[in-house]
């Protein structure tokens, strides 16, 4: 029941604050690899090695292996090159790959550098391969027999394996040339007689992806044809490697994550947050592209200075025209944004998305604008409330049509251009649908109050 | 190779338009069921219907199976009860489950009523569990074994079974009151001698959950450990069922949909966007709160109608002192809250989070300010224009500044008080920023404009 408490503890940090090395010996001791690793996830690289130089040696590649490839990063940077290669070399070598993938340059020369010569061959082919694809994924072990060996063979094979992977309930049949030919659960191993061949026994309909297949695309295959693990494919269908579940599971969590960064315009990765400057950096941009709109804003209302002097009320209501427009347009892109990530937007029937949405902004548009147009005759003084009334009424309903349109339409345009239409899409569609709707507010009060 | 196409192909969709059976039925053979899933998730419930109708009946609930649990369940709840019961008595049962828990109580008992009694007794059940719990999500086949048989007994025992659980790759040591004391993996079995007893070989240390654990922290546990399957037991710790991985992989990727939704304030599901008053049902809420806001925004600033009366020019800044803070409170707040939906938010180092946070709006608040305030000169008549920059600048910037506070704050208050904090963070955050961004904004200027 150990593993339920995984989220709260936080005791190595008070501990570390108080500096109690030895009571940090036995709590180490007490909790698992898993438990230290989350609460490492969550220290200063300083205190991570000081929990590091307090760990048994033979438990340090188990809770590195466990923690974010991002924070087990930020630590094995931070190793002597020789300690970081002793460390690493007892890891798994797609958790290596993806430890090694965020170090600079140098000191990945450093660490490569005394490593076993053939590993360092090996982690280079891989590191070769982009992070967020299907090669940057896949590990190259796994288990691989001739179609023509028999069932007996095979078991035999995985009997003698020493160290075989964790996860490993598939043999894979390949042709002479390396080439893909089936599968072969260990469970249909067990219930098949040993003299049996492979070729026989085997699945010979094998779901695949080839090494470019983006990272996004493997999580969706193996998450919709429920599998443990997805063999990795050359042009020539030649085998290269495997995809294992739990790898999948942290893919569907990072993009997930990713998703939700982009939209708010705050980054991508949780870990550029942690620091002034990655946070800085990654959302100055966004924040441009705001004001960028939002003096246009200023520019474009400025042709409105009449309509304000006289009646200074429509300013009071500016606020809540943009904001009601800006809130709509973030519900449309959102459940548009997420439902192309997950394959789940009528793709098929655009037209109607696009209409069930305008026509929902519309609706509530025309209900809130009038509630918030009873709360204009408090404060209009000076102009007929009736009128001010209408004007804000039209005003709120167009803003929230306008936004509910440009909310549902940017991602859909940006998907079918090829763009990750996660993209900025908050930052981009608060700020559009506050000029347009604003504007459109002002057209409004010229025409209705006649100014 | 045919997987990699999952996403992008809707040729049932055109074939449907078109009504051409025939080749409807030739399409169909040639596609795997994942594929066709796929593809029903995205159509009509009527053409769902049309699609099962051509499908050989071996086939139709292999496809039910890899569609989505909310489609599947719009389209059993379409089926006549008997034939409802004929289809589902062939899928696994912790599917049917999730599917019939979507289904309205009078139809699920008339689904019930026509199923095997032992089968609907287990059904029951399993309803009972909320579905958001482990017990929810786990299925009551698994294999399992007393420690003191041996390790032959294990694997004729899954030679015997003739529907074994697709991945079922473990065998649960249980004791004589049904506890569970230890797991052997298939591999296990097949390396070790047949004579040895199971309790010599197993794994005693079992990381396990109870019926009523969080689905989200079950989530997380398979995900930390690299499990491929997580046992259920009740509080006595007798074992109730299994959870596995492939079910995971969907509660992970509905858990990320429903924080990406609450933070819009657009419902929990995509489902429920799929209507339009399902849509409207879930978002008018949330709308609420932002026209209370934004009211309360126009009350407060009709205080301020004398400044704007001689300033107009203040009223076109608003757009842009209210979008910067909305801009960075989203960022701020998402940072938060995917954070701590994640366990990556330094939880025991709040105080650094919060002034790092706060200290970025103010810096990025600062910058843009200055670069609007030069806008301000364009547009400012009839008023000192270092004064109206001076305003627009330190407007923008202490907008900004609040709204990193708020943004950070919020989620962090409400998570430590037990209540989810993605529940409409956005809607609240940037209506609360609006409101206090404008009244500071509009403070100042009778302070620096001295009207």
């Known amino acids: 029941m150990a593993a339920t408490r995984t989220r709260k503890i936080q005791i190595l940090h008070t501990l570390l604050r108080a500096g109690d090395n030895r009571r940090l010996r036995r709590t180490l001791a007490r909790q698992d690899d898993v438990q230290i690793a989350s609460q ?21 590649p188990e809770v590195v292996e466990a923690m974010r490839h991002e924070t087990a990063a930020e630590l094995v940077a931070r190793l002597a090159p020789e300690e970081a290669a002793k460390l690493l070399d007892e890891l798994e070598v797609d958790d290596v790959v993806d430890i090694l993938g965020r170090i600079d340059e140098e000191q990945l020369r450093q660490i490569l550098g005394r490593l076993d010569v053939d590993d360092a061959n090996e982690l280079e082919e891989l590191l070769a391969y982009d992070e967020n694809t299907a090669g940057g994924l896949m590990s190259p072990q796994y288990f691989q027999i001739s179609p023509d060996a028999t069932v007996g063979d095979a078991l035999s094979m995985i009997q003698d394996e020493e160290e075989p992977p964790e996860t490993a309930f598939y043999v894979y049949a390949v042709d002479v040339d390396g080439r893909l030919v089936g599968v072969c659960s260990l469970r249909m191993l067990v219930i098949s007689r040993p003299s049996e061949k492979i070729r026989d026994v085997m699945e010979r309909d094998v779901v695949r992806v080839t090494a470019d297949t983006d990272q996004e695309e493997v999580a969706e295959i193996v998450s919709r044809y429920d599998l443990l693990a997805v063999p990795v494919v050359d042009e020539f269908d030649v085998m290269l490697g495997l995809v294992e579940v739990d790898d999948v599971v942290d893919v569907i ?72 427009g800006g809130n709509v347009g973030m519900q449309s892109s959102t459940i548009v944004v ?40 408090a404060v209009g003084e000076g102009v007929d409330p009736l009128r001010l009334g209408a004007v804000v009424m039209l005003g709120t309903a167009g803003s929230m049509t306008i936004a509910a349109a440009v909310g549902t339409c940017t991602p859909l345009v940006l998907d079918r251009f090829g763009v990750d239409p996660a993209v900025a899409t908050g930052p981009f569609v608060t700020t559009s649908v506050d000029v347009m709707g604003l504007i459109f507010y002002f057209w409004l009060a010229t025409v209705l109050i006649g100014i």
Chains 1, 2 share one sequence.
């Open 253 to 324: 969590r990072e993009e997930a994550t990713e998703d939700i960064l982009k939209m708010a315009g705050a980054g991508e990765e949780l870990a550029e947050a942690r620091t002034f400057s990655g946070s800085f950096r990654v959302r100055w941009r966004w924040l441009l592209a705001a004001a960028a709109g939002g003096t246009a804003a200023a520019l474009s209302l400025s042709g409105f200075d009449e309509a304000l002097a006289s009646v200074p009320a429509l300013a009071f209501f500016m606020p809540v025209v943009a904001g009601m």
């Open 40 to 60: 490492l996830d969550n220290l200063d690289v300083e205190d991570q090695l000081r929990v590091m130089q307090l760990l048994p040696n033979d438990r340090r």
């Open 338 to 377: 997420r439902g192309l990530a997950v394959g789940f937007v009528e793709a098929s029937r655009v037209r109607r998305l696009v209409v069930r949405e305008v026509s929902l902004g519309a609706s509530l548009g025309l209900i809130y604008g009038l509630l918030i147009a009873l709360a204009s005759v």
